[in-house]
Each structure stands twice: as C-alpha cells, then as structure tokens.
C-alpha cells in the first residue's frame, strides 16, 4: 500500500516522500516584485517536503493581482529569487515556481494599469490594493491577436524561473485567475476561437502549456486546475467535459503531473483521475475552506490513486510537517491574521515541533 513517506521519481526529480507543500500567498515580496532574504528562511524551513509549490509569481505586472507579491518578468526580480531557490537546495528541497497571471483579478492602483480578461465582465468581490480593499474592475477584453501574448508569458517567466534555480514550473490554471477565466462560462463571453463551446475555451490553457514546455521541457512543467470552482464569481458548465477534454489535450504533453484542487463532487474528481495518464497531485479540502488536508484526507486520496499530496494551511505553521504527520505529531495551529500582513511574525515564528522530557 503507498504511504505519504513512499520515495516517488518526479519527472528528473527524486522525491524522498509524497507531501508537496501548495501554493500559498504571503505578499511578503519587496519593492519591484522582488523576493527577499525572509523568502529564503521561509521556504528553506519547509524543505523537508517531498516538492514545495511557490506563491504564485507575477509573469508580467499586467498579470500582478495583488501588491506585495513576487514577479518573474525582470532580471532583477530572477536575481532576487536565486538565493531562495539556493537555500531550499541547500536544505535538500525541490522547488517549482508558481505562475500565476491574475487576469481581470488585479487594480490599477497595484499595477497602474487597467486589469484584462477573456471579456469585460468584473470579478465577484473586492481586491486588494496597496490603498485597501476595492471592488474588482471591469477589465480590458482582450483582442483575438493579444491572446498569444498572454499565453507565452507563462513560457517567458517559466524560462526565468529555471534561470533562477528552480525545478520547474506549475501554472495556475485555477481558483478564477486567467486560465481558469477562459475556461470559464460567464467570465468568458467570446464568441472567437477562445470562447464558446469548450473546445475553444480550453484553448488557452493548453497554448499556455504548450508554450512553456516548449521553454522548458515537459518534465519542468505542470498546472493547477480547480474542477467547477466559483473563486471571484467565475462558473462553469460541463464540468464533466469540460475538464476531460482539456486533461486529454494536455496528455499529449506528458507533464510533470497535473495538480487538482477538491472542488467538484469526488466522484467527478475520480473521473479525472482516471483520464489523466501521468501524476497527479491532489489537494483534498478546498482552498481556503473550512477544512484542511490531514493525514486521513491524504491517505484516502492515495488510496484512489493519486501520486503526490498537497498540504496548504497546515504548513504555514508547521515547518516540519512531514515529520510530525509521520510521527503522528500534534499539528500547531496556524495564526490567520498573520496570511498577509506581512513582516516575519506569522512567517519565520512558526517552530518546529519541541519535544517535552
């Protein structure tokens, strides 16, 4: 039977178990998008993980959805991310960075310039901005020729990341950020080749994939997908069809593995498990709800078949998680006014498990 403690080969990566710790935003990024010396701690105390997924990262300032967040789109900001990425090695971790383009996600007064999407229609609720919430705007629909743009800069910043040590790349293509806003059915009104019947609304996310592992190889590259979520008001119809199709588009490529967000019924979660022929790594509970993965949720998805498992929450206060699931150790709980007010408390004050005489 596997055990999240199983050895698992990862595209040209060994992994000593099967905990990959999730993308979590922690808007601690300096000025210009740049990581920082904290970055570095933060994610070289968690290299005891089997594969650490980043924050997700900026691919351009248009594709910025909050402030305080890290960008690869600058020599600068590839420099900044270099001693990061040198002290999860040195710890022994493996790490892929996350590219995240926010799409209609963002405000002018984090990027100064006026959010995109598929169409123009606002996202549901208010975004963060360096002056306060505000409601989300109504983006910039982009033309049919600025499309391809947007795409390849997933590829463009996958080459950077590598430039700047890490293994490999995961896109977001979920939780209502711009992949997910082309797949989706009311986010994404066009009526060209990237929007109506689902053969065009994937279209996006497999030129996006496509792209990048053409930047940076196939065994470098992986996506984030959140089955029939309704993050920032998007929908989706078909759910079914909609994610067979673009996991049967995407086998052509023979990815890293694809990474599954529990937000469907388990029984549409089983389908895709089944249709999807590589790795899958599963986040059992939905993001930011009430629940968080734990040991059961883990073993029960690697009883129906997924590889790798993702921990969010739990690792922010749990630096050490793979030995305290292992050795049954009590998880400490995690302080969440500190997710994004940034500073080290909340941050690098999380310890290690201290054992009692």
Do not use: C
């Amino acid at each position: 039977m596997t055990t999240l403690f199983d050895r698992y080969r990862l595209g040209g990566l060994d992994l000593p178990n099967r905990v990959v710790m999730a993308p979590m935003s922690r808007v601690r990024a300096a000025a210009g998008g740049l990581a920082t010396p904290a970055m570095a701690t933060y994610y070289a105390q968690r290299a005891t993980a089997g594969l650490i997924v980043s924050e997700g990262v900026q691919p351009s300032l248009i594709g910025q959805s909050n402030p305080s967040t890290p960008g690869l789109h600058t020599d600068e900001q590839v420099a900044a991310w270099r001693p990061v990425t040198d002290a999860v090695h040195v710890n022994g971790g493996r790490i892929f960075a996350q590219i995240m383009h926010g799409g209609r996600v963002s405000h002018p007064d984090t990027t100064g310039l006026q959010p995109v999407g598929p169409s123009a229609v606002a996202a549901v609720g208010d975004v963060f901005t360096p002056n306060g919430p505000r409601p989300a705007p109504v983006p910039r629909a982009l033309a049919t020729a600025e499309v391809p743009e947007h795409a390849r800069s997933y590829a463009e910043a996958a080459r950077r990341a590598v430039d700047a040590g890490f293994d490999g790349v995961e896109l977001h293509g979920a939780n209502g950020y711009l992949i997910s806003q082309f797949l989706s059915s009311n986010a994404n009104l066009r009526t060209d080749s990237y929007g109506g019947p689902i053969a065009h609304r994937i279209r996006f996310a497999v030129e996006a994939v496509a792209a990048t592992v053409d930047a940076v190889g196939a065994e470098r590259t992986a996506i984030r997908l959140s089955p029939g979520a309704t993050f920032w008001g998007v929908e989706e119809t078909e759910v079914p069809e909609l994610y067979a199709a673009l996991l049967a588009e995407l086998a052509r490529f023979d990815l890293a593995y694809v990474h599954l967000e529990a937000t469907a019924d388990e029984e549409v979660l089983i389908g895709l498990r089944r249709a999807w022929p590589g790795t899958l790594v599963m986040n059992p509970v939905v993001p930011m709800g009430p629940k968080q993965t734990d040991r059961a949720a883990a073993d029960h998805w690697l009883g129906l078949g997924a590889e790798l498992i993702s921990f969010g929450r739990a690792f922010i206060a749990n630096p050490d998680l793979v030995e305290r699931l292992r050795a049954t150790l009590p998880i400490a709980p995690v302080d969440a006014d500190t997710y994004y007010q940034g500073g080290d408390a909340g941050y690098l004050t999380y310890s290690t498990y201290q054992h009692t005489a």
